[in-house]
């Protein structure tokens, strides 16, 4: 059973680099899909903690490795 596709949705944005607080929301038009793609809907998503460097321009999964 096809659907009507909005014409907006809501997306997090982040424009530049920095803490939590450089996430946002922005209203953004609705992609179309080309030819071989498919357009998913996403009704719920989540930031988790490995997402805490990523805005800051840091790897969180690099990890030192000491000289022996």
């Known amino acids: 059973m096809p659907s009507t596709l909005p014409s907006q949705m809501k997306a997090a944005a982040v424009d ?3 803490g939590p607080e450089v996430l946002h929301t922005e209203t953004l038009p ?3 899909p080309g030819e071989h793609e498919i357009l998913l809907r996403v009704d ?9 460097g ?6 969180t999964t690099a990890r030192h490795v000491s000289p022996t």
């Open 30 to 32: 609705v992609p179309q």
């Open 16 to 18: 530049h680099f920095g």
């Open 54 to 59: 990523s805005g800051k321009a840091v790897s």
């Open 44 to 52: 719920v998503a989540g930031v988790g903690v490995w997402d805490r």
